[in-house]
């Protein structure tokens, strides 16, 4: 069992041992659009924690994180019946987003979103509503998806929240 999970990268084999790096985040289980469990995402919940804000499972056979959207399994639906999706980065965001309404919501796991993303998105909807982070890495990621949109003919709408906000910290001032 316990290489099974060093294989998977779930514990690492490092200088002082076995550890985690899940170790002191929130972990999200990361499902595909059917709701079958592939693999697992971490968010840091300490303040002082200076590693980098999310990690997830490493790519494999069944994980892909440039082909899986957080929550696609639980917005499919909503997605049609409104014909939009708001993407934003995180599952943090996702849940916030979900828990004030916003139910066709779904989140790439980091600013990457691929022609794998809005292949699957595009069957459910023509409309990308993109709520990302307004930082750098939140910024290029908005320029490179307006040729991505264009080419998958989606139509893309971002929605400015301001500087230092994310969809999450936005709901949680301003409820």
């Not at 708001?86 to 796991?109: K, R, S």
């Not at 990308?128 to 908005?142: E, F, P, S």
């Amino acid at each position: 069992l316990t290489s099974d999970l060093i294989d998977s990268k779930i514990l690492i084999e490092g200088k002082h041992g076995i550890y985690s790096p899940f170790e002191d985040r929130i972990i999200f289980g990361i499902k595909d659009h059917l709701g079958n469990l592939l693999g697992f995402g971490g968010r840091i919940i300490k303040e002082e924690d200076n590693r980098a804000k999310y990690y997830n499972s490493h790519d494999n056979q069944f994980f892909n994180k440039g082909s899986l959207l957080f929550g696609l399994d639980l917005a499919k639906k909503k997605i049609q019946e409104k014909n939009a999706v708001f993407l934003v980065e995180g599952y943090i965001d996702t849940i916030m987003m979900t828990q004030n309404n916003f139910l066709n919501t779904v989140a790439t796991l980091g600013t990457a979103c691929t022609k794998e993303h809005l292949t699957q998105l595009s069957r459910y909807t023509q409309r990308l509503y993109l709520l990302y982070d307004q930082d750098i890495a939140g910024q290029k990621a908005i320029i490179r998806l307006i040729e991505s949109c264009w080419q998958a003919n989606i139509d893309l709408y971002v929605i400015s929240l301001p500087k230092g906000e994310d969809p999450a910290s936005y709901l949680e001032k301003n409820n």
